[in-house]
């Protein structure tokens, strides 16, 4: 799980880092955390990270720059990626509650921060996505939760599989044959004994190969061309 944490006052900053390294240190969920002062450092990265967690106001920022509000930013990120974003927002401002309803803010922290609402958040929030579109993956001792859209593909070798992304991957102990199931789904196919891929990734493929939209390309059974060719279609309707 990604987590951006956007606040214009480095105090506040400042207090949810040490809150947020001291759960991660207590915690086997693999979890990474950024910082932001403004939302406009945040518009380039918005595919990185699964939760927000907003100042709603951004009052010093916003005078000098005209910096959008929280509840702004919350409502472009809901207009551009729908519910698959979730945003908690801090707060001096306890009222805030019908338009964090607007934009169905998962919920608020008031001001000051208390540790433990940070904690419950965190965890209520975990333990919400693990049975939807989350997939709980063990690496050696951790514990990942991974936003199943952000799989690009799965690949077997010997007795490890690996689950590739973007521009990364994980190795984890576990069958490919076990995950089949799991994400089928969510659109996902397996095309060859070696691979399960993603069909809403997929750019453009013929009886042999799949390019998907990072510039991969994943080896086809042709016998199942056909079935992949259904797969496409239903997973890709506009």
């Not at 707060?91 to 803010?105: G, K, L, M, Q, S």
């Not at 994980?170 to 799991?182: L, N, W």
Request: aromatic residues 14%; charged residues 35%; contains cysteine.
């Amino acid at each position: 799980m990604r987590i951006a944490v956007c606040d214009d006052n480095r105090i506040i900053l400042d207090e949810i880092s040490a809150m947020l390294d001291e759960y991660l240190e207590n915690s086997k969920v693999k979890i990474s955390y950024s910082c932001f002062k403004s939302y406009r450092d945040i518009s380039d990265s918005i595919d990185d990270f699964d939760l927000f967690l907003l100042d709603y106001r951004m009052d010093d920022y916003s005078a000098k720059s005209n910096e959008p509000s929280g509840m702004e930013f919350a409502k472009s990120l809901r207009e551009k990626y729908g519910n698959s974003k979730t945003v908690i927002f801090i707060t001096a401002y306890p009222e805030i509650v019908y338009d964090a309803f607007e934009v169905r803010a998962y919920r608020f922290i008031p001001k000051p921060i208390i540790k433990e609402k940070v904690f419950r958040a965190i965890d209520d929030y975990l333990a919400s996505h693990t049975d939807t579109d989350m997939l709980l993956v063990k690496t050696n001792d951790e514990v990942n939760v991974i936003n199943i859209n952000d799989i690009y593909y799965l690949e077997v070798s010997r007795k490890d599989t690996f689950i590739y992304f973007k521009d990364s991957c994980i190795k984890c102990r576990r069958t490919i044959t076990s995950f089949e199931k799991e994400l089928e789904t969510y659109g996902f196919m397996r095309v060859h004994r070696s691979f399960i891929i993603n069909t809403r990734r997929i750019v453009s493929f013929d009886t042999r190969t799949a390019k998907l939209d990072n510039g991969e390309k994943i080896f086809i059974s042709q016998k199942k061309y056909p079935e992949l060719c259904e797969a496409y279609l239903k997973n890709n309707k506009k």
